[in-house]
């Protein structure tokens, strides 16, 4: 992002007349201008001078008139309209759209993110939902007005750094500019009389200078120095990091992915897309991205505090993995805790979800086993009190022997208050005193239909609830390894002592998380630098007085006025003096002479 800035400020600290508004001689022009020269550069920000075009040209008559002015016209806007663009100002506007424009994409549901959730905002918003449809605020991040805002801050940042960069490179090959002629109209300035030579002086100057990492050299009767070019770098820095920020923030959306999947103990995951529970990415993502790997979950260890405020708060949260990358990749354990991710080339897989997963076998009337699994229920509270369906719809055939089939309806809690002692609710998240209940159903679950079915919610539609020989609901509070009998020879159900936990996991693919996390330290190093590292420069001017002793002035200027710019020039001019002392002549020395190593100051007026 550039400034309109001319490089210098004004006032004195910028090269300007101190103290006076109109320049009232051609030496004082003169003067001004020499300093402003010495002032120059000290900021890589582009100098805005005026456009071509109608800034004031005048068309010619005739055809050649016309086609020279259309073509001096495009050429004056097209100027005009890039130095805008590259402009701080612009610049500013565009990061201030960019964040105006994410905002609808956090308070409204995204088709990338939950389709179920738009399509529910449309159906409930007749006429927001088409409104917002058109307008692209379904899909923020990939709309053609947010992509505009984006490119043109792309375009602005480049267009920004190019020039600012090449001006700068030619700042380090220059050097220094010579000295004003009137030191005096700097902003600090101090001066001496010394018995060492002019040359002799110049030479301790340009020791000291060098020895404090000034970039310094002897222009005619001084030497020129200067200090902090760090500033302009870290400039560029900031400005090179946000470009890589931006860069990888979309590459990482347009190539990203994300699913999640439930994992019973025992059982094991391979990252294809048929593998997830549910699953969304950029819209550059192909399957073939994907990375290959597979693994297990051995074992879920969870752990709580069982007295004090905290009680119920997890100690120990990690899943027990065996992984393997690729198609025949050697198999390794690790573990997984929250926060702490397995890291798979580019992918990530977070453990971010814990629950239970009760054992249940279904028998016929015959004493068939036609369901033996552990069911995952979904928990409710932080006490993991959890709620699902168990659906048996293969194998199973009613009393009188025809395909049927069942459904139960299951609230679980790994730990029961016990009977008579509140509802079902668990009064802590560990398997202290399981109790599975239950509340059976048949007919048909609807899956034939082959239409998508919640595997976690049960469709009683066309079902019939069981009931016991008083006509009553059949329901069951079983603890592990009670059976629940289904009337009428229905058959069992059996809360098996085998109770297996299960865990979710969420996989993760965003390519450029690790450049752009790079562009952001990049960007507050940068930023830092260019905020405390002061660009300044110094002018040691050694020349022989109208009695023949030499007299020593030196002089300071920053871009812009700063306490420490004084500070550091006395600390120069300490230096220098031990090697060229005061004069100690009392003969040479004027009354009015300076004293020793005068600490440096404002300009003296003239």
């Known amino acids: 992002m550039s400034s309109t800035d001319t490089g210098s400020t004004a006032g004195p600290g910028a090269g300007e007349p101190a103290g006076e508004d109109v320049l009232s001689s051609p030496r004082e022009a003169r003067e001004a201008r020499e300093i402003g020269e010495a002032g120059s550069q000290l900021s890589t920000a582009p100098v805005e001078t005026a456009m071509p075009g109608?800034?004031?040209?005048?068309?010619?008559?005739?055809?050649?008139?016309?086609?020279?002015?259309?073509?001096?016209?495009?050429?004056?806007?097209?100027?005009?309209?890039?130095?805008?663009?590259?402009?701080?100002?612009?610049?500013?506007?565009?990061?201030?759209?960019?964040?105006?424009?994410?905002?609808?994409?956090?308070?409204?549901?995204?088709?990338?993110?939950?389709?179920?959730?738009?399509?529910?905002?449309?159906?409930?918003?007749?006429?927001?939902?088409p409104l917002y449809d058109r307008l692209g605020l379904f899909h923020v991040y990939s709309s053609v007005w947010f992509s505009a805002i984006y490119i043109l801050l792309f375009v602005s940042l480049i267009g920004?750094?190019?020039?600012?960069?090449?001006?700068?490179?030619?700042?380090?090959?220059?050097?220094?500019?010579?000295?004003?002629?009137?030191?005096?109209?700097?902003?600090?300035?101090?001066?001496?009389?010394?018995?060492?030579?002019?040359?002799?002086?110049?030479?301790?100057?340009?020791?000291?200078?060098?020895?404090?990492?000034?970039?310094?050299?002897?222009?005619?009767?001084?030497?020129?120095?200067?200090?902090?070019?760090?500033?302009?770098?870290?400039?560029?820095?900031?400005?090179?990091?946000?470009?890589?920020?931006?860069?990888?923030?979309?590459?990482?959306?347009?190539?990203?992915?994300?699913?999640?999947?439930?994992?019973?103990?025992?059982?094991?995951?391979?990252?294809?897309?048929?593998?997830?529970?549910?699953?969304?990415?950029?819209?550059?993502?192909?399957?073939?991205?994907?990375?290959?790997?597979?693994?297990?979950?051995?074992?879920?260890?969870?752990?709580?505090?069982?007295?004090?405020?905290?009680?119920?708060?997890?100690?120990?949260?990690?899943?027990?993995?065996?992984?393997?990358?690729?198609?025949?990749?050697?198999?390794?354990?690790?573990?997984?805790?929250?926060?702490?991710?397995?890291?798979?080339g580019d992918t990530k897989v977070y453990l971010t979800a814990h629950g239970y997963a009760p054992t249940v076998t279904v028998r016929d009337g015959k004493g068939n086993v036609v369901f033996h699994n552990a069911v995952p229920l979904l928990p409710l509270d932080s006490n993991v009190t959890s709620q699902g369906a168990i659906k048996v719809m293969d194998g199973y055939r009613n009393a009188q022997g025809r395909i049927d089939q069942l459904g139960f309806s299951a609230f679980f809690v790994p730990t029961f208050a016990g009977a008579g002692k509140g509802d079902m609710f668990s009064q802590f998240p560990a398997l202290d005193y399981p109790v599975l209940a239950l509340s059976g159903f048949h007919g048909s679950l609807g899956v034939d239909a082959g239409l998508p079915q919640n595997v976690y919610q049960l469709d009683t539609t066309h079902m019939k609830q069981f009931k016991d020989a008083k006509g009553e609901i059949l329901k069951a509070r079983l603890r592990p390894g009670e059976t629940m009998t289904l009337p009428d020879g229905a058959g069992s159900i059996t809360f098996d002592k085998d109770i297996k936990e299960w865990a979710n996991f969420q996989i993760t693919q965003q390519p450029g998380s690790d450049w752009a996390l790079a562009g952001a330290f990049a960007a507050i190093v940068g930023l830092a630098?260019?905020?405390?590292?002061?660009?300044?420069?110094?002018?040691?001017?050694?020349?022989?007085?109208?009695?023949?002793?030499?007299?020593?002035?030196?002089?300071?200027?920053?871009?812009?006025?700063?306490?420490?710019?004084?500070?550091?020039?006395?600390?120069?001019?300490?230096?220098?003096?031990?090697?060229?002392?005061?004069?100690?002549?009392?003969?040479?020395?004027?009354?009015?002479?300076?004293?020793?190593?005068?600490?440096?100051?404002?300009?003296?007026?003239?």
Request: proline share 6%; net charge neutral; with cysteine.
């Open 54 to 129: 109608s800034f004031g040209g005048t068309r010619a008559p005739g055809a050649l008139g016309w086609v020279t002015w259309t073509a001096r016209e495009t050429t004056g806007w097209v100027r005009w309209i890039w130095r805008q663009l590259t402009s701080m100002r612009v610049a500013l506007i565009l990061l201030f759209l960019l964040s105006l424009g994410a905002i609808p994409g956090s308070l409204i549901p995204q088709s990338g993110t939950d389709a179920d959730k738009v399509q529910a905002f449309k159906d409930a918003h007749s006429v927001l939902g």
């Open 160 to 344: 920004c750094i190019v020039p600012r960069t090449w001006q700068f490179v030619g700042q380090l090959r220059g050097r220094p500019p010579g000295a004003p002629k009137r030191l005096t109209r700097l902003p600090a300035y101090t001066t001496w009389r010394t018995a060492a030579e002019p040359e002799q002086v110049r030479e301790i100057a340009l020791k000291v200078l060098k020895e404090k990492r000034f970039r310094a050299h002897v222009d005619k009767d001084a030497v020129a120095a200067e200090k902090g070019y760090l500033r302009e770098a870290g400039n560029l820095l900031f400005h090179i990091a946000l470009i890589v920020m931006l860069v990888a923030f979309a590459w990482g959306q347009l190539f990203k992915s994300e699913g999640d999947k439930l994992i019973v103990e025992g059982d094991g995951f391979a990252n294809a897309l048929m593998s997830y529970d549910d699953f969304k990415s950029g819209n550059l993502f192909s399957v073939d991205d994907l990375t290959p790997f597979s693994f297990d979950l051995k074992n879920f260890t969870g752990t709580y505090e069982r007295t004090g405020p905290n009680k119920g708060t997890p100690r120990t949260y990690q899943a027990e993995l065996t992984y393997s990358e690729g198609a025949y990749g050697k198999e390794r354990k690790t573990v997984v805790k929250v926060n702490e991710p397995l890291v798979v």
């Open 529 to 606: 630098g260019s905020l405390f590292i002061q660009r300044r420069r110094v002018w040691v001017r050694a020349t022989t007085g109208d009695d023949g002793v030499t007299v020593v002035e030196m002089a300071g200027l920053g871009r812009s006025e700063s306490a420490k710019l004084p500070e550091e020039l006395g600390d120069l001019a300490a230096l220098v003096h031990e090697q060229a002392p005061t004069t100690s002549d009392e003969d040479a020395a004027p009354a009015d002479a300076e004293p020793p190593v005068p600490a440096a100051e404002g300009a003296e007026k003239q």
